[in-house]
């Protein structure tokens, strides 16, 4: 997947909701996305493409000038249609909680095609200020903010509340976990360790090991690999990465241990592996057929 994101560094005058990054992506071979959560309000909106928006109890089709929004910590992912790349733009907004209607709806799709001009506008202009930082870019970022919201209210008639920090803490149970599990979700692919996930929030590594157990019933590290070898898996049936591309792509220390971790989870190599689940056995077997 080709994605660019730009954080903001949090305002000092701390307001109410306040913008956290921005982000484009388009959809690759190799793009997989898996449920994830945020303890931000994640909006997306859809520039180009079809594909199809995942939460823990829906899928659902996504398409141009689709704007999908997932409060705090709602587990949720994307895909993209092959023929039709999906390419969007994300914006992170913490402290802002969207109410759809249905007091149990925390996320919502709303086509936005007959108000494009407008709220495209928005979105481009906060893209273009993240990219050019220019004097007081984040100050502009806000305000641009402030007024995309102000439309979409207006458009849409969804209401807006500033608790989101609460019920991202409501929701996930364990706010530290929540954080862990994001940055393992974004960072998988590189150098992580329980020494430098426990030192990142400031809890003890033994107390988090429990608290992450009893929130997702396993420890940072065994989410760690799974985490990889669910990506491994992807890769294995959808590219010709080889197995050393594979390794040091999702940052296993060795090939042997990919191997071993691979076995014990499949019950077979990862050879055996895209054997029988890759692109060439299927289009083999669609030959023969």
């Known amino acids: 997947?080709?994605?660019?994101?730009?954080?903001?560094?949090?305002?000092?005058?701390?307001?109410?909701?306040?913008?956290?990054?921005?982000?484009?992506?388009?959809?690759?071979?190799?793009?997989?996305?898996?449920?994830?959560?945020?303890?931000c309000t994640e909006m997306f909106y859809c520039i180009h493409g079809r594909g199809r928006f995942h939460t823990a109890g829906h899928t659902f089709d996504i398409k141009k000038d689709d704007l999908v929004i997932v409060n705090a910590g709602v587990e949720h992912a994307e895909s993209s249609t092959p023929n039709h790349p999906l390419e969007y733009l994300v914006l992170g907004v913490q402290g802002l909680s969207f109410h759809f209607g249905e007091a149990s709806s925390e996320y919502s799709v709303l086509n936005f095609g007959e108000n494009r001009d407008e709220i495209f506008f928005y979105l481009k202009t906060l893209l273009q200020e993240t990219t050019a930082q220019q004097e007081n870019y984040q100050r502009m970022c806000q305000q641009i903010l402030d007024i995309l919201l102000i439309h979409m209210q207006r458009i849409a008639y969804v209401k807006i509340s500033t608790n989101t920090p609460e019920l991202g803490k409501r929701r996930a149970a364990n706010y530290n976990c929540a954080l862990i599990r994001q940055y393992i979700d974004e960072h998988f692919s590189e150098a992580i360790t329980l020494d430098s996930l426990a030192k990142m929030i400031?809890?003890?590594?033994?107390?988090?090991?429990?608290?992450?157990?009893?929130?997702?019933?396993?420890?940072?590290?065994?989410?760690?690999?799974?985490?990889?070898?669910?990506?491994?898996?992807?890769?294995?049936?959808?590219?010709?990465?080889?197995?050393?591309?594979?390794?040091?792509?999702?940052?296993?220390?060795?090939?042997?241990?990919?191997?071993?971790?691979?076995?014990?989870?499949?019950?077979?190599?990862?050879?055996?592996?895209?054997?029988?689940?890759?692109?060439?056995?299927?289009?083999?077997?669609?030959?023969?057929?």
Not at 20 to 38: E, I, P, R
Not at 203 to 211: M, P
Not at 236 to 247: A, F, G
Request: hydrophobic letters at 30%; one cysteine or more; aromatic letters at 14%.
């Open 1 to 39: 997947m080709s994605s660019t994101r730009f954080d903001f560094i949090p305002m000092q005058n701390n307001p109410p909701y306040q913008l956290l990054y921005v982000a484009s992506s388009c959809y690759d071979k190799d793009w997989n996305s898996l449920l994830h959560t945020h303890t």
């Open 202 to 289: 400031h809890i003890n590594k033994c107390y988090l090991v429990r608290a992450f157990q009893k929130e997702y019933g396993t420890t940072p590290i065994n989410y760690l690999i799974e985490r990889r070898l669910e990506e491994a898996r992807f890769l294995l049936k959808n590219t010709d990465y080889s197995t050393s591309q594979i390794v040091s792509i999702l940052g296993f220390s060795s090939p042997s241990y990919f191997s071993q971790c691979f076995r014990r989870r499949e019950n077979m190599t990862p050879s055996q592996y895209r054997e029988k689940y890759g692109q060439s056995s299927h289009q083999a077997a669609g030959n023969e057929s």
